[in-house]
């Protein structure tokens, strides 16, 4: 079982809706970070949380460190906003970084 | 302010050869780490350094290795290359050791060199 989950690997939703893609881990972490990574490759980080919640123009990320779980929401979905959405943290024991497997967004116009 | 700029963008190379891949950080910034992503495992950490010393390492073997120059430019050497070892390597850099494992929000990532071994 990976380390840390998410969830749905795949979304394909309609411009405007309201996305939330969800991250689960099993380890003691002290932080989480939210990443976009475009087709080519290029990772964009969007957010680095250890509680509560972040906002930035349309995205939201939120944290819950007890439940071990954190969401990003995108308000107003638009086309541009496809990509691949990806979360990570270091793990508590040894200060790796661990990485989802990743959702891949597809918002169609 | 230029960005992180890793090269080559794209190599071929054949089994049991050798492969170095450069990354040069952002202006100022003194942390660079590097990632391998595949298909099937994803996102990797490879490993972390920070003002010439590695800081942080993966769970990969010691065919993969990596140096950090004085002007923060680093390089990644991967010896005796398998199969497995095709798959975007990334790197990105931050103005700070990582507290994070690496990874802060101020971190900028390079495009990736895209490495197939045939």
């Known amino acids: 079982k990976n380390e840390v989950e998410q969830s749905p690997q795949n979304l394909t939703a309609q411009e405007g809706e309201f996305i939330t893609i969800n991250c689960s881990y099993s380890?003691?972490?002290?932080?989480l970070h939210w990443l976009q990574q475009h087709p080519g490759g290029g990772i964009v980080s969007l957010f680095m949380?250890?509680?509560g919640k972040k906002k930035h123009g349309r995205l939201i990320a939120t944290i819950n460190i007890q439940e071990k779980h954190s969401s990003l929401h995108i308000t107003a979905s638009h086309p541009r906003d496809s990509a691949v959405y990806i979360c990570?943290?270091?793990?508590?024991?040894?200060?790796?970084?661990?990485f989802g497997k990743g959702t891949r967004l597809h918002i169609l116009p | 302010k230029a960005g992180v700029t890793q090269t080559p963008r794209y190599l071929i190379k054949t089994r049991g050869q050798q492969v170095t891949l450069s990354c040069s950080p952002i202006?100022?910034?003194?942390?660079v780490s590097w990632y391998q992503q595949t298909p099937g495992q994803g996102l990797q950490f490879l490993f972390e350094?920070?003002?010439?010393?590695?800081?942080n390492k993966g769970n990969f073997p010691g065919r993969f290795s990596g140096r950090q120059f004085s002007n923060s430019r680093s390089e990644m050497n991967v010896s005796t290359l398998e199969l497995g070892d095709s798959a975007l390597y990334l790197c990105?850099?931050?103005?700070?050791?990582?507290?994070?494992?690496?990874?802060?929000?101020?971190?900028?990532f390079g495009q990736g060199t895209r490495l197939t071994v045939v």
């Open positions: 990105a850099s931050s103005t700070k050791q990582g507290l994070y494992g690496g990874l802060e929000t101020e971190a900028f």
């Open positions: 380890v003691g972490i002290s932080a």
């Open positions: 949380l250890s509680s």
């Open positions: 990570a943290a270091p793990r508590g024991r040894d200060d790796k970084i661990i």
């Open positions: 202006s100022g910034h003194r942390s």
């Open positions: 350094y920070f003002s010439e010393t590695q800081r």
